[in-house]
């Protein structure tokens, strides 16, 4: 007999049988409020009927059309819809099954198209679980430890992390471009850097927005030294932040984007696009996969871009984003052990600190497990685990959100009773 592997942690003790909108639904007709989104991915909420239609459509009519042996129609157009919401600039994609596939697909792009081999990540990063993503990832020792070797060629400098350090944004942003600066001449000189890789808001590292001037000055240091520069939004994208991509709150704009998780509602897909200038300098024939742009994830896709647009999904993330942020203050002055509440659009999180400023993960843990008592479902990250985030689906009403809200203040008071 076959058990599941004990090494997968869960983090609610829920057994979900089905989805609807904002809701998930337990054997026993439980209803629970989703403020997970499957981490950040059913953004068009649980089983969106066009979605479902389109899905099912497609598995009616081809299921599985192997991009290295024949094309097929779904991705074709996918390609073309991509082409409305994507920086103009980056007009060449392709399809992979995951963001960490994707990320791996971004190494290999950024050391054929530059010759060179290093990656400058971001203290805080979550790139991925795969070998070469794990060496970008630096969101927590849990991801990394015992694992090694790592993919050489992994540099880490620092992310603006004002609350962290106790300082304000421009503060942290002149320190963390001041050390990049540093980074580049002392570890990993222009000549060997392949690319900058950054999220636009860090995620697993705690939900920490980048500041605009820190994005702008990785553009400017890009440019200087002939670096890619590599948005990772396979967190961030598809509306999340209230833009329809996490960078669209700054002014730089990315040589190469990554995006996974909301590009189709929850099927398997991730693409990177990148100008046709860069893609072309890449080996024919050095990227692909048996599952990448699978033709069932595309049609989803497709549904998922049409939903966004028409139901203005991304302008709702913002106005709810901002009511969340303000409910969420409003139970951080009622409780204190609430240090910081940050985040853009329906990505947001508030972090849990002791008198002293040090991480309280205790009092994060127990208040994320009594909001799952309750029917709420939230997510923790960061590394010390005291940050609890709160990513509702984009089709979240303002009801929802104020349901939501009561719960996490009884689920604090609780917490620190
Ligand atoms: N990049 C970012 C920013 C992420 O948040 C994640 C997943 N949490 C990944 C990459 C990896 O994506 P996946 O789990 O689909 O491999």
Redesign the pocket.
């Known amino acids: 007999m076959a058990t599941l592997s004990p090494l997968l942690k869960q983090a609610t003790p829920v057994l979900a049988e089905r989805g609807e909108g904002v809701y998930l639904y337990d054997g026993d007709g439980r209803r629970y409020l989703d403020f997970t989104a499957g981490?950040?991915v059913t953004n068009t909420g649980h089983c969106h009927p066009r979605v479902v239609e389109a899905a099912q459509k497609q598995v009616a009519t081809l299921i599985h059309g192997q991009y290295t042996t024949v094309m097929h129609r779904p991705l074709l157009r996918l390609v073309e819809a991509l082409g409305d919401v994507l920086p103009p600039a980056l007009d060449s994609v392709f399809f992979l099954n995951?963001?960490?596939?994707a990320?791996e697909a971004s190494i290999r792009l950024a050391r054929h198209a530059t010759g060179r081999q290093n990656i400058v990540v971001f203290h805080g990063s979550?790139?991925?679980?795969t070998m070469g993503?794990a060496a970008l990832t630096t969101a927590g020792t849990k991801f990394r430890a015992g694992i090694g070797p790592l993919m050489p060629g992994a540099v880490v400098a620092p992310f603006p992390q004002a609350y962290r350090y106790g300082w304000d944004e421009d503060e942290a942003v002149r320190f963390a471009l001041r050390e990049l600066d540093y980074v580049l001449a002392t570890t990993s000189p222009a000549a060997d850097t392949a690319a900058f890789m950054v999220?636009p808001v860090l995620?697993?590292g705690g939900y920490i927005p980048a500041p605009p001037a820190f994005l702008e000055g990785l553009r400017e240091r890009a440019d200087r030294h002939g670096v890619l520069l590599i948005v990772?939004e396979?967190?961030t994208g598809y509306g999340r932040t209230g833009e329809f991509w996490g960078h669209e709150h700054s002014a730089m704009r990315p040589d190469v984007l990554?995006t996974?998780?909301g590009l189709a509602s929850g099927f398997p897909l991730?693409a990177i696009a990148a100008p046709a200038s860069i893609m072309e300098k890449a080996w024919p024939g050095s990227q692909g996969g048996t599952y990448g742009g699978n033709a069932v994830s595309c049609a989803a896709a497709l549904a998922t871009l049409e939903v966004v647009r028409d139901e203005g999904l991304v302008a709702n993330a913002a106005r709810l984003g901002a009511r969340l942020n303000d409910g969420l203050r409003k139970v951080a002055a009622d409780h204190p052990v609430i240090g910081d509440v940050r985040g853009l659009g329906l990505m947001q999180a508030g972090e849990f600190t002791t008198p002293d400023g040090e991480p309280d993960a205790a009092t994060a843990q127990r208040a994320h497990r009594a909001a799952a008592d309750r029917g709420l479902l939230l997510l923790t990250c960061g590394a010390f685990g005291n940050v609890v985030r709160l990513i509702p689906p984009l089709v979240v009403n303002e009801q929802q959100i104020d349901e939501g809200l009561a719960l996490w203040a009884d689920a604090v008071a609780e917490a620190t009773a």
Do not use: L
């Open positions: 981490i950040g995951s963001g960490s596939e990320v979550f790139h991925g679980r993503a999220e995620g697993e990772d396979v967190q990554i996974a998780k991730s």
